[in-house]
T-cell receptor
Framework: DAGVTQSPTHLIKTRGQHVTLRCSPI?????VSWYQQVLGQGPQFIFQ???????GRGNFPDRFSARQFPNYSSELNVNALLLGDSALYLC??????????????FGAGSRLTVL | QKEVEQNSGPLSVPEGAIASLNCTYS??????FFWYRQYSGKSPELIMF????GDKEDGRFTAQLNKASQYVSLLIRDSQPSDSATYLC????????????FGSGTRLSIRP
């Protein structure tokens, strides 16, 4: 079975541009979460989506947005890119239900560099 | 106070010894606790999770949880060079069921 897949794996953008990152969860996982990880830090929570609805939002500006599609895949959009947005963006999927709801399986990540 | 605190390390342990990684958290109502391993340039992978006070063992790994002290630890027995990585402690706070909060990680180095 395929794990969590993310695309693109690497990308370079300039300040002010926007970016769209994509994620496909593990088959059967209905929840997708997005995290930002800057070098030397742990992942920081951005969003969680479950059944196409936003279930949680971290402390990120409105330039960050996301959505989940009927097939449970997800997109993360970042507008008006800043140098500080350079990071590894991680998508994680998880099972529904209390026992596995927060056991996250991460994709390989999308490494964004903003110049 | 950080929500999840870890010693950044590096923690150096000889091969075959026990590595002990520690983590404290601030939300007393937190219910779920996780340990992830992250190799350089890779994404985090789950080692184990624990919900109840006490110890939980999985192979060479033991997670220990003490909710009264707001403390969770990970023991790695018979440490191997392949265990060299950054270990991330993560907590699901009571305040938000959807959010997992990660510590900054502890770098572990196993020396042959």
């Amino acid at each position: 079975d395929a794990g969590v897949t993310q695309s693109p794996t690497h990308l370079i953008k300039t300040r002010g541009q926007h970016v769209t990152l994509r994620c496909s969860p593990i088959s059967g996982h209905k929840s997708v979460s997005w995290y930002q990880q800057v070098l030397g830090q742990g992942p920081q929570f951005i969003f969680q989506y479950y059944e196409k609805e936003e279930r949680g939002r971290g402390n990120f500006p409105d330039r960050f947005s996301a959505r989940q599609f009927p097939n449970y895949s997800s997109e993360l959009n970042v507008n008006a890119l800043l140098l500080g947005d350079s990071a590894l963006y991680l998508c994680a999927s998880s099972l529904p239900g209390a026992a596995g709801a927060n056991v996250l399986t991460f994709g390989a990540g999308s490494r964004l560099t903003v110049l | 106070q950080k929500e999840v605190e870890q010693n950044s390390g590096p923690l150096s342990v000889p091969e075959g010894a026990i590595a002990s990684l520690n983590c404290t958290y601030s939300d007393r109502g937190s219910q779920s606790f996780f340990w992830y391993r992250q190799y350089s340039g890779k994404s985090p992978e789950l080692i184990m999770f624990i919900y109840s006070n006490g110890d939980k063992e999985d192979g060479r790994f033991t997670a220990q949880l003490n909710k009264a002290s707001q403390y969770v630890s990970l023991l790695i027995r018979d440490s191997q060079p392949s265990d060299s990585a950054t270990y991330l402690c993560a907590v699901n706070p009571q305040s938000s069921a959807s959010k997992i909060i990660f510590g900054s990680g502890t770098r572990l180095s196993i020396r042959p």
